[in-house]
């Protein structure tokens, strides 16, 4: 069983449709949280950290639910240019500040 | 702003061949990361480095090597590649401040490798 797990989708909305993406982690040791971006065929990049009361940005916002190991992260009003693939990642936080990734949530928004 | 560049950008290598990805990065950082990420796999860890000198291994090592003799350089190395070793390989790193506070690992733009 794989340490994050995602749905890869793919999720086709439409324009200023809202879109949520659910992760879980199998790790009871994990201490941070994040959702990164890849545009495809590019390098990974940080969207967001997560937290544990929540967190937004813009039209971002994040969710941790430690009880039952769970993260999500909702897009509203989706633009065309969200069209990316959204890591789930989670680190342990020991010294060495490895990041464990999920395989992605593929999402594709259509005009 | 270079950040974090990786050479070569693309390979093609026969089975048995070896080769070496070099990973350079200009922010000082003390932690660098080599994954590979593969369809429907994510990315995954193959070797990792807390600072120049120090190495260790990561979720997927065999086959690979790496080295740090330079702060600002990572190095893996394929000894004898197999077709099992495709994949593209990112580089990324980190500082202390940057891992701890906001978890935000800088990648290079990846080297895309094919093993025949």
């Known amino acids: 069983r794989k340490e994050v797990e995602q749905d890869p989708g793919p999720f086709n909305v439409p324009e200023g449709a809202t879109v949520a993406f659910n992760c879980t982690y199998s790790n009871s040791a994990s201490q941070s949280f994040f959702w990164y971006r890849q545009d495809c065929r590019k390098e990974p990049k940080l969207l967001m950290s997560?937290?544990?009361s929540g967190n937004e940005d813009g039209r971002f916002t994040a969710q941790l639910n430690r009880a039952s190991q769970y993260i999500s992260l909702l897009i509203r009003d989706s633009k065309l240019s969200d069209s990316a693939t959204y890591l789930c990642?989670?680190?342990?936080?020991?010294?060495?500040?490895?990041?464990?990734f999920g395989s992605g949530t593929r999402l594709l928004v259509r005009p | 702003n270079a950040g974090v560049t990786q050479t070569p950008k693309f390979r093609v290598l026969k089975t048995g061949q070896s080769m070496t990805l070099l990973c350079a990065q200009d922010?000082?950082?003390?932690?660098m990361y080599w994954y590979r990420q593969d369809p429907g796999m994510g990315l995954r860890l193959i070797h990792y480095?807390?600072?120049?000198?120090?190495?260790a291994k990561g979720e997927v090592p065999d086959g690979y090597n790496v080295s740090r003799l330079k702060k600002q350089n990572f190095l893996l190395g394929l000894e004898s590649a197999a077709p099992s070793q495709t994949s593209v390989y990112f580089c990324?790193?980190?500082?202390?401040?940057?891992?701890?506070?906001?978890?935000?690992?800088?990648f290079g733009e990846g080297s895309r490798l094919t093993v025949l």
């Open positions: 990642v989670t680190s342990r936080g020991d010294s060495s500040y490895k990041l464990i």
């Open positions: 480095s807390v600072g120049e000198g120090t190495t």
């Open positions: 997560v937290y544990s």
């Open positions: 990324a790193s980190t500082d202390r401040a940057g891992a701890s506070n906001t978890g935000e690992l800088f």
């Open positions: 922010m000082n950082h003390e932690y």
